[in-house]
């Protein structure tokens, strides 16, 4: 099983920028998919975008195409998002979790536990 621990969140202006990162352990597969999922205040959890740790491979969700970026410092057993050009819809409570493939990944039923995640705001 795949230990979890993020962090990174912080408060910021319409606009700005912040980093999570998201430190991994244990044992990964060539088709693991690492990604990050979001919840907002009153609406359900959902991917915000994942990486296949084998190649690369992303996924995002329309909203957040070519503000966010997805990658993978697997040395350091880091998953990042960076997030750019920041809007107070992006703010939510952000996790990360694992899983072996994007459809997996796009059902929220598919995790059975999550970590304790970290806070993004972002005023107007």
């Known amino acids: 099983q795949v230990q979890l621990v993020e962090s990174g969140g912080g408060l910021v202006q319409a606009g700005g920028s912040l980093r999570l990162s998201c430190v991994y352990s244990?044992?990964?597969?060539?088709?693991?998919?690492m990604g990050w999922f979001r919840r907002a205040p009153g609406k359900e959890r959902g991917l915000v975008a994942a990486?296949?740790?084998?190649?690369?491979?992303?996924y995002y969700m329309d909203s957040v195409k070519g503000r966010f970026t997805i990658s993978v410092d697997t040395s350091k057993n880091t998953v990042y998002l960076q997030m750019n050009s920041l809007e107070p819809e992006d703010t939510a409570v952000y996790y990360c979790n694992t899983a072996l493939s994007i459809q997996a990944m796009r059902n929220i039923k598919t995790f059975r536990s999550w970590g304790q995640g970290t806070q993004v705001t972002v005023s107007s």
């Open positions: 990486i296949r740790l084998a190649d690369g491979g992303t």
């Open positions: 244990g044992r990964t597969y060539s088709n693991t998919y």
